[in-house]
């Protein structure tokens, strides 16, 4: 009798020092926060979305807020009311497989594989009726983003990306996310 309490023993001390060990994990994983930082301020993303391509160019939204419909459009009214800001990779050239892990780096001209051919940052949005009334904008098609590096590291349907930009007038804005990205089909003309 005493050798099959001391198995329980043993068996229940195993159970708890095993779901311990995941906690730690899971811990660490949730230290992570999606978020970028810009002028000191940090501004979160806990939403992420990808466009399905009409060709290999993928675009990767990073929102506060979400996108109403996976089907886009190409308006600014498909938002939540409650969205403040976000970053747009847009036209990401990876591969025929879809968004792979690596490194892109903003590019102009737009010339191969592994490259992003704009990123735009906006924030101090106002919204009205799901759509985008106003916001301020940091673009790389007007010059303001003169470089950028996102880091992709994907496993199963979890994505981390960390991303540099830097800026004309903005100083380096550096950001993260960690999550999946809602498959979006991209509907614009």
Known sequence: MKKLNLLIGIIISTI????????????????????????????????????????????IFLLNG?????????????YSNDLKHGIIFNEILSSENGLQSGTYKLTNPFPSEKSIANISIITNIVMSSNCIASGTEISSSTGQIVSGILN???????????????????????GTYLGELELTQDLSD
Not at 66 to 78: A, V
Request: hydrophobic share 25%.
């Open 66 to 78: 979400k996108i109403l419909n996976n089907e886009w459009l190409g308006k600014g009214c498909d």
């Open 16 to 59: 708890i020092l095993s779901c311990s060990s995941n906690d730690n994990n899971q811990d660490e994983t949730s230290k992570i926060i999606s978020e970028f930082v810009l002028n000191q301020t940090k501004y979160l993303t806990s939403k992420g979305y990808i466009f399905e391509p009409k060709n290999s160019e993928q675009t």
């Open 152 to 174: 992709i590291e994907k496993e199963d349907n979890m994505y981390t990306l960390n991303y540099t930009i830097e800026t004309s007038d903005f100083g380096t804005i550096k």
